[in-house]
């Protein structure tokens, strides 16, 4: 079961926009705007392709350890992979990276948001047996059929956009959210969280955009390290009813 004490260990983020007017991608703005960059990003790889440019900086000693920006002809992507960093220095480069795209490159729209949180919550236990037996309540004979080990479990949930009126009170999200909790392929002491969310409505790019869109994340991070891990630990309370 998770440990009361443990938190999740992020491991990724990403935060991505579409916008409007498209951009026409040639080499030389794609330098002009990494030049822009220099404070946040240093990159050891660059691309200046026709359909994207790629600013990538190893971060750390891990190989898989990265922060990248990429510039699409109507999308911006900016993540980061084993930062080894708290989600506030991520959340830093993301507001300061989107300002500079929006004094730069001059887009008029935002064509819908993404934002995602990716970590690992460590279990006293196996993490397979967790979810099929506390969570998901599978008799483990049912696996039997199988007639051959189970390397990773896990579950899928997708949570729609809602509104709830109750008398006059009215609460709910205009955002989207699909949820996966698994068994950490490397290490079956783990459960591997993610939480992606997407924004779909368009408003106005201003200069306040890459605040917003930072909030966004921080409300995907809230809400994989509060609702999602208190439905896990909700199942650790059936288990002590069961006894």
């Known amino acids: 079961l998770p440990d009361s004490r443990a938190e999740v260990d992020s491991r990724g983020y990403y935060v991505a926009a579409g916008f409007y007017p498209q951009l026409h991608l040639d080499r030389k703005s794609g330098f002009d705007f990494g030049r822009t960059l220099s404070d ?3 990159p050891d790889k660059t691309e200046f392709g026709e359909d994207a440019w790629v600013y990538s900086q190893r971060i750390g000693g891990r190989p898989q350890s990265r922060l990248y920006v990429n510039v699409r002809a109507a999308q911006i992507e900016i993540g980061g992979e084993f930062l080894g ?9 993301v507001g300061a990276v989107l300002q500079r795209f929006g004094q730069t490159l001059k887009p008029v729209v935002v064509l819908g948001s993404k934002a995602m949180l990716r970590g690992v919550l460590p279990i006293n236990g196996d993490a397979r047996e ?10 483990p004979k049912r696996v039997d059929s199988f007639g051959r080990p189970i390397h990773v479990v896990g579950l899928r949930l997708f949570l729609p956009p809602y509104v709830k009126r109750t008398g006059n009170q009215e609460e709910g999200t205009d955002w989207s959210v699909n949820v996966r909790v698994e068994s ?9 969280l993610e939480a992606d969310a997407d924004w779909p409505e368009p ?3 201003e200069e306040s955009t890459g605040t917003k869109l930072v909030e966004r994340l921080q409300a995907v991070g809230d809400y994989l390290r509060k609702n999602v891990v208190a439905f896990l630990r909700a199942s650790e309370g059936d288990q002590d009813m069961e006894r």
């Open 130 to 139: 967790f979810i099929a037996k506390h969570v998901m309540k599978i008799d």
């Open 40 to 42: 946040y990003i240093d």
């Open 184 to 192: 950490l392929m490397e290490d079956p002491s783990q459960l591997f």
């Open 85 to 93: 960093h708290k989600q506030e220095w991520f959340e830093n480069r």
């Open 203 to 205: 408003f106005s790019w």
